[in-house]
């Protein structure tokens, strides 16, 4: 099993942005390898929000199909020159391998 895990950094009040953009049907669900998909928001007062979504792969070639395939690539070549919402401060991607499981 392979995990990808976004996190993004928004303005207060801006997550549900960011919720209902990976919340919504996409064309990730229908790739081979994909097992589901859970976005989660820290849990906090005031200030800054944090999102994490966090994509379960069957492996972590499932997961390099779905970055080289045509939908994906196709996605991120329509955004291309387009500057991200002014709300979003901060982004990254990290992935991890499942090396044990209870």
């Avoid at 990730?28 to 005031?46: A, C, H, S, T, Y």
Wanted: hydrophobic content about 35%.
């Amino acid at each position: 099993m392979f995990f990808q895990v976004k996190t993004l950094r928004v303005e207060e009040g801006h997550s549900d942005k960011i919720v209902e953009k990976f919340a919504s049907k996409g064309l990730v669900e229908e790739q081979p390898g994909f097992i589901d998909m859970n976005i989660l928001r820290k849990k906090q007062r005031r200030g800054d929000e944090e999102v994490v979504v966090i994509i379960r792969w069957e492996s972590e070639e499932a997961w390099k199909a779905w970055e080289k395939s045509d939908a994906h690539l196709a996605g991120h070549r329509e955004n291309r020159g387009i500057p991200k919402p002014s709300y979003i401060l901060d982004g990254r991607q990290d992935v991890y391998e499942v090396l044990a499981k209870k």
